[in-house]
Structure formats: structure tokens, C-alpha cells
């Protein structure tokens, strides 16, 4: 899984669906909260209403659809799409009294989770949709307009592959673009609502993956993140039987012509397997980046959470992975006051972030979610020693991050420069090692991976200026 974006210090690249192109005369917007997968999602359901005749657009304002692709990890989130939900009211009747109908429609996981509740807080709802049934959404789209008033509700997990039903993209996606391999989760981890919005784990055949991914490549995307709550527990059946592991389907992703760069989110530690670790040896294109989460240095919680590793399991993964790619940038996610959590299981917490030293990684309160197994626990941390304890981590996670990003000036990188910088004559660029980079470029620029010589580092990012030579440290 991945961290939703409104919680993790870097920003998320997309989390509204726009685009250019030909200019039907019907609109469609689409929030995103959540992860990558969210993001990807979402574009998806702009393909699937482009041959409908649907443009997106940036604002809900007048849109004839709107979509809330909603995130149910945590707590904040389902509320967030309450008030927001309050707030599209007003502009679904603002619509209508200018004589057009808005439809509503809430997708993702709060959908899923909550449908029957969202229908009957917010009457103004056209449609919920599952994470799993949305490629019906052109259908769904058709009754609700047919059926004005009537709230359809679509939260079933089909037998048939969502996949199958996706079109081509409607809009190119830029130079960095999300793919999901693999979806759903099987470990059920106890405070994790995971297993039961997005369903049992499925990985997608690689040669579907393979088609989608050659056809990125074409329309202009040099980096592809390859997206799945497990994704290392990926296990795709090709036409011949043959079952693909993570670290093959990299190195043929490898092989596309102009994917120049492959990352990969998000894993779990016991699913880090030879092949994969191996992929970091001899893929020049797999990034020196792993999103590993952890969410405790404590053996004691780590049994409560489920997570089927104890700490030293946890070291002795990222252990491999660094002798197979020695200059590996590490990131994890963390959960601090998880019932039962000791100052000792906090201790031991920060230890293993010390001793790890992130590049990044990304905390959490702990939040019960309805229907896991912890949150019936009976043991909960007050809220003020989650808070407090937050604060501990975060600082120890920012010390790691300063002294990660500080050993990187003086060194030149290849940097993949992906949008406008903040300020004028700036653009912004991805370092291999997914740090935000500050750099003075021309437009023209845009889309190329460049030399930049690193001459400042900050906590969440560097800045730096282009390189007359070549970059020293990465391919
Ligand atoms: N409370 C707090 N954080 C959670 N996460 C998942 N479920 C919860 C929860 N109930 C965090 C985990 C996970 C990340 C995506 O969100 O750290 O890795
Ligand atoms: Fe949730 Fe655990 Fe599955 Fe990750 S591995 S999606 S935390 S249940």
C-alpha cells in the first residue's frame, strides 16, 4: 500500500485528472485522494468516459460528472469526503438551476466500505463504486442519468478482471507515469482495511502489463512506476502457464524502448525475494529506490500487527537488497501508538530508524478502522502519547532524511526534470533516489534526464544546476 499523499511530505504527481485534446461538449472531474493507485484509478475512469464524449476538467463547478475517488486508510479521510460531499451540494443545485444535471459519483475505497452509509447521509449521491466494479462506471453513468433521484449502488467484486474492460488513455500521462501490475492484499495485517476494500490479492498477465506499458512509452513516459497494495507478491500468469515474479516483469519493462526508468510500490518485507533483489543488481533501469514499510521496530507489536516479520527479518531483507545495490535509497511507513504500543516498543521503534537511516519515510497516528481485528482492542493508546510520540519519529525520520539529502551535494545526477519549478526559470526533477530537485533549466528542457550537480540540500529537497559532465554516481 501506499501513503495517501495530503499525509506524506512529498507531493503526489497528479490528484486531479486533467487534460487538453478535442473539446466534446460534456465534462468530467475527478478528485483523487489516497495513494498511487488512487491516481491511476482515476485516470482510468477519465478513458473510460472519453469515447462517451467526456472532457476533464479542473474544477467541479459546472461539470456534468463528478467524481470522488476516496481513500479509507485512515480516519480524516472518510470525513474529508463528507465535507466535501456538503460542499458539492451547493453545486449540484447551482447546476441544475442553470437547467443541467450534475451527476455524483463516489469511487475507491470509502465507497466500498461505506456505500450504504454515503447513500443515505448524502442524498445527492447518483453512484457508488467500488474499487473493483468502476470500468462499469459508462453503464452506471447511463442509468443515472435515466434514473434521476435513484442512488446506484455498484460495490460488487466481479469474477471478470476490471482490466479486460479498460480502453486505450484518452491523454497522454507526461514523463512519469503509475501502472498497476497487481491488486488486492491477502495478509491481512490487523489494523489494515486493505484486505477487505480492494479485495484478494491479483496480479494482471504480463502481457497485458507489457502492451500498456509499450503504449506509455510511446506516447512520450521515460518513468513508469509499476503500482500494487502487495506489488512484490506479484505473480502473473502468461499465456503459457508460465507464473512471472516482480523481478522478471522489471526486467522486460526494462527492455521498452524508451522507459528509461522503473520504479516500484508498495512491498512487504517477506515478499522480497531473490529475483526481485536481484533485478536491483542487473536492471540499469530499476531506480536505487524501495518503499519498504515496517510500521514498528517492536517484535511484540509487529506479532500484533500481523505482519508475519520481526525486526531483525525486517534488517536482514533491506540487508540484501543493499549488497545486490549498495547505494539503495530506503523509505518506509510507520504507525506509532498501535494498541499495547510501550515506550519500549516506541524505543525500539526509533532505534530501527536510526539504524536504518531513511531517505524518507512516512508516520501515522494509529487509527481503528471498522471491521479489523485491532480495532476491537481494548488496550488503546491515548491520543495525547500518539501525538507525542508522532512528533519523536518525525524528527528522528527528518534527521535521517537532512543527513541522506546533505551526502548528496558536491555528487552529479541524472535527474528526470518532470514540471515547473516554484519559482520562474526553475524546473522541477527527480533525482534516482525520489528527492524532490530544484533546478535552473529551460523549458525546452521538460521531460529530459539531465546532469545536475547537487549544490544544496534541504530536508524534503535539493537544488542544483545543470552539469557540463556526466553524472558520477548512477546509470
Ligand atoms: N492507522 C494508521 N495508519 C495506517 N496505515 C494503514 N492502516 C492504518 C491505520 N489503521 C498506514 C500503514 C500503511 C500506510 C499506507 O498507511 O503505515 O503502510
Ligand atoms: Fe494492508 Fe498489510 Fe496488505 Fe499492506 S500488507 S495492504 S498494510 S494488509
Redo the contacts with the bound molecule.
Keep these: ?4 499523499p495530503d499525509e506524506m511530505a512529498p507531493a503526489s504527481r497528479l490528484d486531479t485528472v486533467t487534460a487538453t485534446g478535442s473539446m466534446p461538449a460534456k465534462t468530467v472531474h475527478v478528485r483523487s485522494w489516497g ?1 498511487q493507485m488512487n491516481v491511476y484509478d482515476s485516470q482510468r475512469m477519465v478513458d473510460l468516459l472519453a469515447p462517451l464524449g467526456y472532457r476533464p476538467v479542473d474544477e467541479a463547478e459546472g461539470a456534468d460528472i463528478v467524481i470522488l475517488n476516496t481513500c479509507h ?2 480516519e480524516k479521510a472518510t470525513e474529508k469526503l463528507f465535507s466535501e460531499l456538503g460542499r458539492l451540494k451547493t453545486t449540484k443545485q447551482e447546476k441544475a438551476e442553470s437547467g443541467g444535471n450534475m451527476i455524483l459519483a463516489v469511487a475507491g475505497c470509502v465507497a466500498q466500505a461505506e456505500g450504504p452509509v454515503i447513500t443515505a447521509r448524502a442524498k445527492h449521491v447518483d453512484i457508488v463504486v467500488g474499487p473493483q466494479s468502476y470500468h462499469s462506471l459508462p453503464e452506471l453513468v447511463a442509468r443515472a442519468s435515466r434514473a434521476k433521484g435513484e442512488p446506484i449502488l455498484m460495490t460488487d467484486f466481479p469474477v471478470e478482471s476490471k482490466f479486460d474492460h479498460l480502453p486505450e488513455e484518452s491523454v497522454p500521462r507526461g514523463v512519469a507515469a503509475f501502472l498497476t501490475i497487481q491488486e488486492g492484499c491477502d495478509k491481512f ?1 490487523s ?3 486493505v484486505p477487505y476494500t480492494r479485495g484478494a490479492e491479483y496480479s494482471r498477465p504480463p502481457e497485458d502489463i507489457l502492451v500498456e506499458a509499450k503504449r506509455l512509452a510511446q506516447s512520450g513516459v521515460r518513468e513508469l512506476t509499476l503500482l500494487g497494495q502487495n506489488v512484490n507478491a506479484y505473480h502473473g500468469e502468461a499465456a503459457g502457464g508460465a507464473v512471472w515474479s516482480l523481478g522478471r516483469l522489471i526486467g522486460a519493462v526494462g527492455d521498452i524502448t524508451g522507459i528509461e526508468r522503473i520504479r516500484y510500490m ?1 512491498s512487504h518485507p517477506n515478499d522480497m525475494d531473490d529475483e526481485l533483489i536481484a533485478a536491483h543488481a542487473q536492471v540499469p533501469e530499476l531506480m536505487p529506490f524501495l518503499h519498504l ?1 515496517v ?1 514498528s521496530g517492536s517484535d511484540r507489536i509487529l506479532a500484533r500487527m500481523n505482519r508475519k516479520h520481526t525486526a531483525a527479518e525486517y534488517l536482514s531483507a533491506i540487508a540484501r537488497v543493499r549488497a545486490a545495490r549498495p547505494d539503495i535509497a530506503l523509505s518506509s ?3 506509532v501508538g498501535f494498541p499495547g504500543e510501550t515506550e519500549a516498543d516506541f524505543q525500539a521503534t526509533l532505534d530501527l530508524v536510526n539504524a536504518v537511516g531513511f531517505a524518507q519515510a ?1 508516520s ?6 471498522p471491521g ?1 481485528p ?1 480495532s476491537s482492542a481494548a488496550d488503546a493508546v491515548p491520543e495525547a502519547v500518539k501525538s507525542e510520540r508522532l512528533a519523536r519519529l518525525q524528527d528522528a525520520i527528518l534527521d535521517g532524511q537532512t543527513k541522506f539529502n546533505q551526502a548528496c551535494v558536491g555528487q552529479v545526477m541524472p535527474i528526470l526534470l518532470d514540471r515547473a519549478g516554484s519559482r520562474p526559470g526553475q524546473l522541477h526533477g527527480r533525482s534516482p533516489y525520489m528527492q524532490s530537485v530544484h533546478v535552473a533549466a529551460p523549458t525546452h528542457l521538460l521531460g529530459a534526464i539531465v546532469p545536475v550537480r547537487i549544490e544544496d540540500a534541504r530536508a524534503l529537497s535539493l537544488q542544483g544546476s545543470l552539469a557540463a559532465e556526466p553524472c558520477g554516481m548512477v546509470a
Design positions: 500500500m501506499t501513503p495517501p495513494c486508510i485512515r495485517c489494523f489494515c482495511v508498495t514499510p510500521q511507513d510507520f504507525i512516512y501515522f497516528k494509529y487509527s481503528p478502522r479489523t485491532a
